[in-house]
């Protein structure tokens, strides 16, 4: 899947993420995956470091780079990371890709009462405030990322084989797919290839009994498939899907993210997405499964004007 070869562009694997949540094991992973790493590093100066890292292989053609930056970086500023490595890629031969580690704010606070160690944006607060605060300034770095791997319930062996399985020269060229749901109101998905709205459905919000609930749960999911447009929208959506993987595989493409949205990314969105994930498994697919919007609270404000 990642392996380079003289007329490829070089491949450069930007690791990101919220402090804490494995970076430097990420790093260490794809060092003894043949993968240069390169930690801490100002995204502004990323050019430069393009042009003079060796990393030649035996044949003299550049092996892949892994560069790691957080929000410790001085002058950090996500929307500047992304236009820097989109000019890039537009004018450079090289193919970017971006992996985004993530983590409960639970067990971050955990790790670091564990370890003792401050947080690096909470020199004189509690850890869990350094925590909000930088997953608030990471997140649009999470939306544009390429993959996204949670650590909440990972041992460091978890990420060690995970890394291995997606980023391995040797692992399968098969295309990463990733499957997500979101609200609108909390905005897009700037990373998707596929956009579904799903705000035709009737909206459970406006049910108290399933407002606490999520498409996950089997009454929202028998009031969404209760309405009278679900099954053959679906139907069509997911023949849409199965026709477009291989075509999009075919151009070489290696990551897809099909994004499922309505209003608030909590019920009809998330239910979508857990059913064509699970028809895409069911077709031999592994498909990676996010929900955005999970854990938003409901709030009619976000909903909009209850039908009458």
């Known amino acids: ?33 043949g993968w240069e790493p390169v930690d801490n590093f100002p995204v502004r100066l990323i050019g430069r470091l393009l042009h003079t890292a060796p990393g030649a292989g035996q044949d003299g053609d550049s092996g892949p780079l892994a560069i790691g930056f957080d929000s410790r970086t001085r002058g950090f500023d996500p929307h500047a990371v992304m236009a820097e490595i989109e000019g890039l890629a537009k004018a450079e031969d090289f193919a970017f890709s971006t992996l985004f580690l993530d983590c409960g704010a639970e067990e971050l606070e955990r790790r670091y009462n564990e370890t003792r160690r401050r947080h690096p944006l909470a020199a004189d607060r509690p850890a869990a405030a350094g925590i909000a605060a930088e997953r608030e300034l990471m ?8 993959v996204v791997i949670s650590t909440t319930d990972f041992s460091s062996n978890d990420l060690l084989r995970t890394i291995r399985e997606l980023f391995a020269p040797t692992a399968p060229q098969d295309m990463t797919v990733t499957v997500s749901s979101f609200g609108f109101a909390r905005g897009m998905v700037p990373t998707a290839d596929l956009v579904f709205d799903m705000r035709f459905l009737d909206n459970p919000h406006w049910d108290e009994n399933l407002r606490p609930l999520t498409g996950r749960d089997a009454p929202v999911a028998e009031r969404i498939q209760g309405d009278p447009a679900w099954a053959e929208a679906f139907e069509r959506i997911r023949d849409l899907v199965i026709f477009l993987l291989p075509r999009y595989e075919a151009q070489g493409k290696a990551y897809v993210n099909i994004a499922f949205g309505c209003t608030g990314g909590k019920h009809r969105s998330v239910f979508a997405a857990e059913a064509l994930a699970a028809a895409l498994r069911g077709l031999g697919h592994n498909p990676t499964l996010l929900h955005r919007n999970l854990d938003s609270n409901a709030a009619d404000g976000v909903e909009g004007a209850a039908r009458a």
């Open 1 to 33: 899947m990642l392996s380079d070869s003289p007329d490829r562009p070089t491949r450069v694997l930007l690791v990101t993420g919220l402090s804490g949540a494995g970076k430097t094991t990420a790093l260490r992973a794809l060092e003894d995956l």
């Open 139 to 146: 997140e649009p770095l999470r939306r544009w990322a390429d």
